[in-house]
């Protein structure tokens, strides 16, 4: 059958056996997070355009270029989030959540938003589970929520894992580091591909990102970031790696790794996985020690990170089980009511039970629990008293339906 409505380019459904997967990614995420005290935070799916433009940063791709944004009928700028920090953070200043014990951890999932073009693991609406610690400026946070993310992949299995860890300094120092290297790059300006060059003055730090040989070549000898921190910024960026080491997460450092938002201080990090094509980024965060001032609050200090549940389930790349079916509960016409309080009792008792929704005879319906992959079928026929059928041997006995419970339970 096909239809003339498809979902929209870049977006997709999730079916039943697709929830599944999501369903244990969710389930794992829950429990570690619960255990680590972190709340769950959920925001609204729209904010005001104004949120992002100066959470996120008006020079990022994201903001330049990614953001769906409409006016509503009272005339207001509204954006369909395309990520969940800056949302956050609106949430901790407007709720006075600086108030409570510090810091405040929070976790969220939910459907983010953005324009790009869409392949393989890189969609228009994608799903992103995170974790926000707000409140705190020790390097405990960082690396806890380094810690934290590492142990979900674990869990849930992905293999193939790769950690990149930077540190971009405060603001003063990335400042200074900034013009540094804004003369280094207009000094070889020649080399540098036309997109980099446009560029310099907007955000040079992107010229790492690029893949243009000339520019590779370039930046190769410019100077980084890591070599410019501050005392303190160097104190504490090795205070996060001495943690992350004892914990036994081996790491890359990385020197020039820059994240597509501007609000990132200090700490920054990205896990990758082999398993995933040009889209390598399974999940990635930082520091962003200014947000919280900057969009209205209380100067305070805070660390967080999100990742892609496509990007995972992709990596995790296995058949979603099919939920099984305990039983079915095939009746003759004149059973059926008798079949569906059956049902209701063997599901009150926590069994996985269905019957025949659609009339069928009642061999299409041991058809359809065959279809099913049920365990075992209860068979109510006028004609004879119920029967237990084990629907891996076949084999086929009275069953006293009093017992029906006891008889089928785990
Ligand atoms: P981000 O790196 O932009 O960070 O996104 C986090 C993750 O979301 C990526 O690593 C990737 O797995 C997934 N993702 C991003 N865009 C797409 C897309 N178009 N399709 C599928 N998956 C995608 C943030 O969003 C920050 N808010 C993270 C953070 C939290 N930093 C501090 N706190």
């Known amino acids: 059958m096909s239809s003339r409505f498809q979902a929209p380019r870049g977006t997709f459904d999730i079916l039943p056996a697709g929830w599944e997967q999501r369903a244990r990614v969710y389930a794992a995420a829950a429990q570690i997070f619960e255990r680590a005290g972190y709340g769950r935070i959920e925001t609204p799916a729209f904010e005001d355009r104004e949120l992002f433009a100066r959470g996120v940063g008006q020079s990022t791709d994201i903001v330049q270029k990614e953001m769906f944004s409409f006016t509503d009928q009272g005339g207001r700028g509204l954006t369909l989030r395309p990520e969940g920090t800056a949302p956050i953070v609106r949430a901790y200043v407007e709720h006075g959540m600086h108030r409570l014990a510090q810091p405040v951890k929070l976790w969220h999932w939910g459907p983010y938003f953005r324009h790009e073009r869409p392949q393989s693991g890189r969609f228009r609406e994608f799903n992103q589970i995170g974790a926000e610690a707000i409140g705190s400026d020790s390097p405990l946070v960082d690396a806890e929520l380094i810690i934290l993310l590492d142990e979900l992949f674990r869990e849930l299995g992905i293999a193939g894992i790769r950690l990149r860890l930077g540190s971009l300094g ?142 995972i389930l992709l990596a995790l790349d296995e058949e979603a089980d099919e939920p099984g079916v305990d039983v079915f509960v095939a009746a003759s016409e004149d059973q059926r009511e008798r079949a569906f309080a059956l049902v209701r009792e063997l599901r009150r008792a926590g069994l996985r039970a269905e019957l025949d929704l659609a009339e069928r005879s009642l061999k299409g319906q041991m058809k359809q629990a065959d279809r099913l992959g049920a365990r075992a079928a209860i068979v109510l026929d006028e004609q004879q008293p119920a029967q237990l059928r084990d629907m891996t041997s076949g084999e086929q006995r009275e069953l006293d339906l009093a017992r029906a419970v006891e008889e089928l339970g785990p």
């Open 170 to 311: 405060s603001p003063a120092t990335r400042a200074a580091y900034r013009d540094e290297l804004q003369a280094y790059l207009r000094q070889r300006e020649a080399e540098l591909a036309p997109t980099v060059r446009e560029r310099i003055d907007l955000n040079p730090m992107r010229a790492f990102d690029s893949d243009d040989p000339g520019t590779r070549a370039v930046m190769e000898e410019a100077p980084t970031m890591l070599e410019r921190l501050d005392d303190a910024d160097a104190e504490h960026f090795a205070a996060v790696r001495a943690m992350v080491d004892r914990a036994g997460i081996s790491y890359q450092l990385d020197p020039t790794l820059v994240r597509g938002l501007d609000y990132y201080t200090r700490t920054v990090f990205e896990f990758e996985s082999d398993r995933l094509g040009a889209q390598a980024a399974l999940g990635g965060g930082g520091r962003y020690d200014g947000l919280v001032e900057q969009l209205g609050g209380p100067s305070t200090p805070a660390c967080g990170w999100a990742a892609g549940i496509e990007r």
